[in-house]
């Protein structure tokens, strides 16, 4: 059973008092302040320290949401916006108590898919696996990106933390494919940012753009709910294309490796440039326990292509293995091999196919209770030593080390992330200790951590522009003069 | 010489005026720091239709700490501050609205800081302009480059990406806001912020200014606000590698549907840096004919189509599925359309029709008259039709040549659509206002966002849009600057 930690939230108002209201407003079958429904809110797969929610209620409508922000305000209760409960960080642990809005039960509508404009408009509760097979079945030619993430996964918070898909190589974070969103401000008045605006009732066919009107959307963007609940966005969508191929490039040092992430997403022909460790690609066969062996390649580099047309894409593979022999000539080891995906899985099983049929879940990775890792933003040049070091540590504290890598936005930067798979009862304290060592490697290397839990922005905040966080404090304030909205994060 | 207003407020009762002056050339230097009546009045007026007013002062910045001064100045004593870069603004957007101080800082804050060849972004002061840029990559990373716009060269980088413009890659890489990763702005109270991954280290670094996330996005509290909610004196943007094979193909086409349609599959395609359209009137300014005139039998529109290949194989295979695209929607119509390269007309006709790609450029003709002034709006794909027709009936029911452009944005995501006026302030001014509103009501009737919206503009979408989303703009203005001291006025705050 976890700990609890609890803020008085009770000065200005009665625990019934509370109970009553919240039944008023979501019916007593979608509100509950039972222990048993409420430890499962507390605590999440990572080392985040625990803590227990008050209540928890499960809303049908945005003015279910309006209606408890607006007594949540009044009574200076915090509120937690969860969705799907796969939340790694612990963004979504009650720091100080409150309430858990849940809106992955309930608020799950895939509102309007605008095919011509290419976006889709959906509740928090949207989820990538029930998001794939909406456009599979009902809209064939238009996709989305999918991750390497369960596919009870939420679309609309890994949007809003800016996560990274099987599209990023080719279109950036999905910060970057927010068309607009509504929101729930802390008075409950409810506003409607990007292109949509402009018009004074909500309407589903000008969610189209986030510019060139003040830029009100990043007020919720990377900010884990500290602003307001967000109860929709839209998301742009892409055209699918009638071909596509699948490499496999393997690698056996951290610069090699990194430059094949670099310039292979550096050449605008792939939608995917992704690097497993070779015990993580492993793992896709199930494998718990993976080792390398020795003469084992130490990185596996998965790569999509697509082509409207057979001619494109074979123009687009070309390009890449030329770009492969650039590398190779500069390289002083010169064992990078680049093979197609296909082979793999024919010669290996349909499992291995498990890193291109995304959404999905690497079963080995969730053996245990404890799963954590420091994901973060870098400079691509940078993962040579990241690697290197990481691996390092990974030795010092005896575990395989399982790294994960990507590069973004036609490597304008690139992902690194370590992940830690342990057990919470008997590997917590070595695992925090290994995170705050990862954390302090990656930052000493630019790195900019995402979906940061509190013990990360607590260091981040003492090296970080001074000044970033004064104006980060004043725009909280006004967003949230109360501290209602998932208090704790980032320090606040 | 045009009416120009006076300020609207009185910003010199807890202040005399001398007094402002004194502190302004303890700041800057007298060199740099003007009240002349001949000095002021280019910083009055723009070519728009926007009512024009004086600014009192005048002042050319040279480093970020004197503008940590003057601001500190300025919001002790509530005196407005207009940032100000390269004298190109379209919508009056840097006219001193209630007077105060023009910070040019388009002289002697022009300084490319940093390309990150590797990470592929440049940081640049203010005053760098699209022109300085180019030729810098060019000379200095001739692997890289930035997206140019159909604007003089002069016209600055940083201005434009603020306000989120358009450019010669927006088909391909969306607007220039989407290039923004990170700023250094001077806020209210003096205060240095930077913004995006360089927040990362407590001084100021160049090598880490490589991602707007994963963080709280403070770089949207400056992205399109025209200036209101601070001082932006850097900015880092992304920049594109430059690819060996490159070719142009036009189409001309007649039909404002089947226009339409082709820009936005070909936009669909993502096998093109930029696929703009314009009514044949444009293109035949190129010509330099001042008024030209679209002849019987001539197509209506012109789209011009960048495409580039990092080989000539993948450049082959991008223009022939463009070709497959134009022939199938060829397919569905009986009205012409006509696909062909570029360089052949370039030969035929001289290199000056070549402006439309290789950019920045100036379409003399455009800037012949004393005034130009546009409605350009960020609009769905599929209002455009609807948008071309009416504007192009507004237009001759006004006796003016039609002049229209049409941009497929982030892969058509969207689109860009102006309606441009070249006009003579002395005679046509009143006419053009009228002509103006009558587009901008067409447009936001179909739900087409005004870009660097002047303030007449601002007044109308206030009326039409979100009441909550003002209400959530006057709350962000008024912490970002509690003494209306930055470009006040602007979308009426």
Not at chain 1, 262 to 286: D, H, N, P, Q, Y
Not at chain 1, 467 to 473: D, I, Q, S, T, V
């Amino acid at each position: 059973m976890t700990d609890v930690i609890k803020r008085n939230i009770y000065e200005s108002i009665e625990r019934n008092q509370i109970v009553e209201e919240l039944i008023k407003i979501f019916g007593d079958k979608n509100v509950s302040d039972k222990p048993h429904d409420l430890i499962p809110y507390s605590y999440d797969m990572t080392e985040s320290e625990p803590h227990m929610p008050d209540f928890v209620v499960i809303p049908e409508s945005v003015d279910h949401v309006v209606q408890l922000v607006k007594f949540c305000n009044q009574y200076k209760i915090p509120v937690v916006p969860y969705v799907s409960g796969n939340n790694v960080g612990g963004l979504t642990i009650p720091e100080y108590g409150g309430i858990i809005c849940d809106m992955g039960k309930r608020m799950n509508k895939i509102i309007h898919i605008h095919e011509s404009m290419m976006y889709a408009i959906i509740e928090p509760g949207v989820t990538f696996g029930h998001f794939k097979k909406h456009l599979d079945d009902n809209y064939p030619k238009l996709k989305y990106g999918m991750l390497m993430a369960p596919p009870y996964a939420s679309v609309l918070a890994n949007s809003l933390l800016s996560g990274l898909s099987t599209l990023s190589t080719a279109h950036g974070g999905m910060a970057d494919w927010i068309n607009g969103l509504e929101a729930v401000l802390h008075d409950g008045t409810l506003v409607r940012t990007g292109s949509c605006f402009l018009s004074k009732e909500m309407k589903n066919d000008n969610w189209f753009s986030r510019y060139p009107i003040p830029d009100l959307t990043g007020l919720f963007i990377g900010w884990q709910g500290m602003t307001g609940i967000v109860t929709k966005v839209a998301v742009q969508l892409w055209p699918k294309k009638e071909f596509n191929t699948a490499l496999l490039v393997v690698a056996y040092t951290g610069e090699n490796c990194a430059a094949v992430i670099r310039e292979f997403g550096r050449s605008e022909c792939c939608e995917e440039v992704s690097c497993i460790t070779t015990e993580l690609a492993k793992m896709g066969f199930g494998i718990l326990h993976p080792t390398k062996l020795e003469l084992e390649p130490d990185y596996a580099i998965m790569i999509s292509v697509s082509g409207h047309t057979m001619e494109l894409l074979n123009a687009k593979v070309n390009y890449l293995k030329k770009v492969l022999e650039v590398i190779k000539e500069k390289a002083e080891d010169k064992r990078v091999f680049m093979t197609n995906f296909d082979t793999f899985v024919n010669i290996l099983g349909k499992e291995f196919g498990i890193y291109y049929n995304l959404p999905n879940v690497l079963t080995p990775l969730y053996e245990w209770d404890g799963l954590s890792w420091v994901g973060s933003y870098t400079n691509p040049d940078n993962l040579g030593p990241l690697m290197d070091k990481c691996h390092a540590l990974y030795e010092k504290y005896d575990l395989s080390p399982i790294i994960y890598a990507k590069s973004m936005k036609g490597s304008h930067y690139a992902i690194f992330r370590p992940i830690i798979r342990f057990h919470k009862e008997t590997e917590q304290e070595k695992v925090k200790a290994l995170q705050h060592e990862f954390l302090e490697v990656m930052l000493d290397y630019d790195c900019v951590p995402y979906k940061t839990p509190r013990w990360m922005t607590e260091i981040i905040r003492k090296r970080c522009d001074p000044n970033w966080l004064k104006l980060f404090e004043r725009v909280k304030a006004t967003m949230d003069p109360n501290m209602i909205f998932n208090p704790g994060r980032w320090g606040t | 010489m045009t009416d120009i207003k006076e300020p609207k407020r009185d910003i010199y009762k807890s202040i005399k005026k001398e007094k402002v002056l004194e502190s302004l050339i303890e700041i800057f230097g007298s060199v740099h720091v003007s009240n002349k009546p001949h000095d002021l009045y280019p910083y009055s007026y723009d070519a728009t239709e926007s009512e024009g007013h004086m600014p009192d002062f005048t002042v050319l910045p040279e480093c970020v700490d004197e503008i940590v001064q003057m601001v500190k100045f300025c919001n002790e004593h509530g005196i407005p501050l207009i940032p100000y870069v390269s004298g190109n603004n379209v919508g009056g957007l840097t006219i001193p609205e209630q007077g105060g101080i023009i910070c040019d800082m388009g002289k002697r804050m022009k300084k490319v800081i940093k390309i990150h060849e590797s990470m592929m972004y440049a940081i640049l002061e203010p005053g760098v302009t699209w022109g300085q840029l180019k030729n810098y990559l060019d000379a200095h990373h001739p692997g890289l480059k930035y997206g140019y716009t159909y604007a003089p060269p002069y016209a600055s980088v940083l201005a434009n990406g603020l306000l989120s413009g358009m450019s010669n890659l927006s088909t391909s890489h969306g607007c220039m806001a989407d290039w923004v990763n990170g700023l250094e702005v001077v806020l209210n109270d003096g205060n240095i912020v930077r913004t995006g991954s360089c927040f990362l280290s407590s001084k100021m670094k160049d090598d880490n200014w490589f991602a707007r996330y994963p963080i709280p996005d403070l770089t949207s509290v400056f992205l399109c606000w025209q200036g209101t909610t601070g001082i932006v004196t850097k900015m880092a943007v992304q920049l594109i590698p430059k690819k060996n094979y490159n070719t142009a193909l036009l189409i001309l086409v007649f039909g404002t549907d089947e226009c339409v349609e082709l820009v936005k599959e070909i936009g669909r395609t993502e096998c093109c840096e930029d696929v703009s359209a314009m009514n044949v009137e444009i293109l035949k300014m190129t010509f330099e004919l001042d008024n030209p005139p679209k002849l019987e039998g001539e197509p209506d529109f012109g789209i011009v189509i960048s495409i580039s290949g990092k080989s000539l194989e993948l450049l082959e295979a991008k223009a022939n599925y463009v070709k497959q695209v134009v022939e199938k929607i060829k397919k569905k119509t009986d009205k012409g359309i006509f696909l062909t390269n570029f360089s052949p007309f370039v030969n035929l006709l001289g290199s000056k029709f070549a402006i439309y790609y290789d950019l920045p450029n100036v379409i003399v003709p455009m800037f012949k008259s004393s005034g130009v002034t546009w409605v350009g709006c960020y609009s769905s794909t599929d209002h455009v039709s609807t948008i071309l027709d009416k504007c192009h009936l507004i237009f001759k029911e006004n006796d003016k040549e039609p002049l229209m452009f049409m941009k497929s944005m982030n892969n058509s995501h969207y689109c860009t659509i102006m309606a441009i006026l070249s006009y003579n302030r002395n005679s046509e001014l009143e006419k053009t206002k009228k002509l103006q509103e009558q587009f901008l009501n067409v447009m936001l009737d179909n739900d087409a966002i005004p870009y660097k919206a002047p303030i007449w503009m601002t007044n109308e979408i206030r009326k039409r849009c979100d009441q909550n989303w003002l209400t959530l703009l006057e709350k962000v203005k008024k912490v970002m600057d509690p003494h209306d001291i930055f470009n006040p006025g602007r979308w009426g705050l």
